[in-house]
T-cell receptor
Framework: GESVGLHLPTLSVQEGDNSIINCAYS??????FIWYKQESGKGPQFIID?????DKRQGQRVTVLLNKTVKHLSLQIAATQPGDSAVYFC?????????????FGTGTQLKVEL | EAGVTQFPSHSVIEKGQTVTLRCDPI?????LYWYRRVMGKEIKFLLH????????ESGMPNNRFLAERTGGTYSTLKVQPAELEDSGVYFC??????????????FGPGTRLTVL
């Protein structure tokens, strides 16, 4: 897998606790936001998304909150499990004719301690 | 259904050499994207194909990088000549054509490139 620990913010949580991962975005024109999970040796995997006209969206064990006033996103993971250990990226979606262009944040390494 | 595949998974080359990365998108996906992540930093957009046409190549760092998608199926990304700062993980993603607000991009496992 990638060696990312030295360059990434790291969040360590105990198994069963809730995790909150934060992300700031820069483009106030962004209209869609996505959280991705990247496990070692794999590509980014879609977790949950939210449109700019919403401030909260819930999935299975995950919730995304959007605060457009301060351009902030957060991902909440309930009852964190060892399988949640990964790097988490937020991404802004910018529509470009015929497709979508993602702008990613730096990423946060989530470590789940047993 | 097979996901996005990339080849090779790892490549180690010397500065000045040439490397070609390959991406096979999900069958039927017209949109194909290249991204890269260098030095453990954020994943950055390189370019976007719609079928065989380059829709947006604003993220290509310089003219040492050449992407092609002949026939609108698989794509290649060639780096020639490679420099040390090109080391990183190169991701490919694909999505369907459509009028949906957002067409989910499915990512491949990436190619780790190391330039010595």
């Amino acid at each position: 897998g990638e060696s990312v620990g030295l360059h990434l913010p790291t969040l360590s949580v105990q198994e069963g606790d809730n995790s909150i991962i934060n992300c700031a975005y820069s483009n106030s024109a962004s209209d869609y936001f996505i959280w991705y999970k990247q496990e070692s040796g794999k590509g980014p995997q879609f977790i949950i998304d939210i449109r700019s006209n919403m401030d909260k969206r819930q999935g299975q064990r995950v919730t995304v909150l959007l605060n457009k006033t301060v351009k902030h996103l957060s991902l909440q993971i309930a009852a964190t499990q060892p399988g949640d250990s990964a790097v988490y990226f937020c991404a802004e979606n910018i529509l470009t004719g015929g497709g979508n262009k993602l702008t990613f944040g730096t990423g946060t390494q989530l470590k789940v301690e047993l | 259904e097979a996901g996005v595949t990339q080849f090779p998974s790892h490549s180690v080359i010397e500065k000045g050499q040439t490397v070609t990365l390959r991406c096979d998108p999900i069958s039927g996906h017209d949109n194909l994207y290249w991204y890269r992540r260098v030095m453990g930093k954020e994943i950055k957009f390189l370019l976007h194909f719609v079928k065989e046409s380059k829709q947006d190549e604003s993220g290509m760092p310089n003219n040492r990088f050449l992407a092609e998608r002949t026939g609108g199926t698989y794509s290649t990304l060639k780096v020639q000549p490679a420099e040390l700062e090109d080391s990183g993980v190169y991701f490919c993603a694909s999505s369907q054509e459509g009028t949906k607000f957002y067409n989910e991009q499915f990512f491949g496992p990436g190619t780790r490139l190391t330039v010595l």
